[in-house]
């Protein structure tokens, strides 16, 4: 493990918790860890709606988003996602 323990305590004892869950993960799989929280929201979304449009637009807004918010390694996983989504936006409307 990359991340010492003292510092996972000091973000537990600040109350960050999330950045502690966050820490651990993006240690052990790296940026993969956002790839596969993004693909698991949108998987769910999809098996609820049936609908790959609705798919594709919450796709390309929290790609966005995740550009936005993200460190710049995950910020590759999310521009991948975002140019994937906007690729299949494009060939459901030729295929319609």
Do not use: C, N
Not at 10 to 22: A, R
Not at 33 to 44: K, Q, V
Not at 86 to 92: I, M, P, Q, S, T
């Amino acid at each position: 493990m990359t991340l010492a323990l003292q510092e996972l305590l000091q973000k537990v004892i600040e109350g960050d918790w999330l950045g502690v869950v966050d820490a651990v993960y993006t240690d052990l799989i790296g940026a993969w860890f956002y790839a596969f929280i993004l693909l698991l929201t949108h998987t769910m979304i999809y098996l609820k709606t049936r609908d790959i449009g609705v798919v594709t637009v919450i796709g390309i807004i929290s790609s966005a988003v995740m550009l936005a918010v993200l460190p710049a390694p995950a910020q590759t996983v999310a521009f991948v996602f975002m140019v994937l989504f906007v690729g299949l936006a494009v060939a459901r409307a030729v295929l319609r």
